[in-house]
Nanobody
Framework: QVQLVESGGGLVKPGGSLRLSCVPS????????MGWYRQAPGAQRESVAT??????TNYADFVRGRFTISSDSKNTVYLQMNNLKPEDTAIYYC???????????????WGQGTQVTFSE
């Protein structure tokens, strides 16, 4: 079972930056979608940024111009977060859609989440 391992969260002050990483524990083939989502306390999980095969990216209005999603040849997904605001406090999750073998259907794989919290 492939897992997505996230890292990079932590404490940050308003205006600060963080870079989140999401590393698959094994091979994922035929990836068509990678994305970052977040869930604040008491709120539903929401899409933050996505990247599809071919490299087209899409951002939620509340992060456009501040966050950047990218990936590399090892299918690691990054989220560079700049000019962070207190309302960005949430658990951030990555998702990759693909298959772990040529004989398996495509599935969504989720990470365990990484916490981003603001400090005074």
């Amino acid at each position: 079972q492939v897992q997505l391992v996230e890292s990079g969260g932590g404490l940050v002050k308003p205006g600060g930056s963080l870079r989140l990483s999401c590393v698959p524990s094994g091979n994922i083939f035929g990836i068509t979608f990678m994305g970052w989502y977040r869930q604040a306390p008491g709120a539903q999980r929401e899409s933050v940024a996505t990247i599809v095969s071919g490299g087209t990216t899409n951002y939620a209005d509340f992060v456009r111009g501040r966050f950047t999603i990218s990936s590399d040849s090892k299918n690691t997904v990054y989220l560079q977060m700049n000019n962070l605001k207190p309302e960005d406090t949430a658990i951030y999750y990555c998702k990759i859609n693909g298959r772990t073998s040529p004989w398996r259907p495509k599935s969504d794989y989720w990470g365990q989440g990484t916490q981003v919290t603001f400090s005074e």
